[in-house]
């Protein structure tokens, strides 16, 4: 398999986070066209067929694997606790007592 070229492999981790092509692109500062170009380059020279084949590759190319993926594991759970927060009482109960000032009273 073939090197990406520094841009190439910028937009393949752009990919693998998500993004899509007029989302690169912004980030980038070029055109949503050159983005589609890279990724059919890079396409290309991985025999990928989508851009989660990109995804995969890219993953696997990383020197560490494990700590994407223990990365992605705790990102989900915080996903998951945001938006199931809901149904979890994650805060401190509200309280129901009156509360009572201890101290001196005005006598005026």
């Not at 949503?32 to 991985?46: A, D, E, G, L, S």
């Not at 223990?70 to 915080?78: D, R």
Request: hydrophobic share 40%; glycine share 2%.
């Amino acid at each position: 398999m073939e090197l990406l070229s520094k841009t190439e492999y910028k937009v393949a981790e752009h990919v693998t986070r998500g993004l899509s092509e007029k989302e690169i692109a912004a980030q980038m500062f070029i055109s949503p066209k050159t983005v589609h170009n890279h990724t059919y380059n890079i396409r290309k020279k991985w025999n990928a067929r989508s851009a989660v084949d990109i995804c995969r590759m890219f993953i696997l190319r990383l020197d560490n694997p494990r700590q994407f993926f223990a990365t992605i594991i705790c990102l989900t759970i915080q996903f998951h606790v945001i938006f199931n927060g809901e149904e979890m009482d994650l805060r401190r109960p509200v309280r129901t007592s009156v509360r009572v000032r201890s101290g001196r009273k005005n006598k005026d």
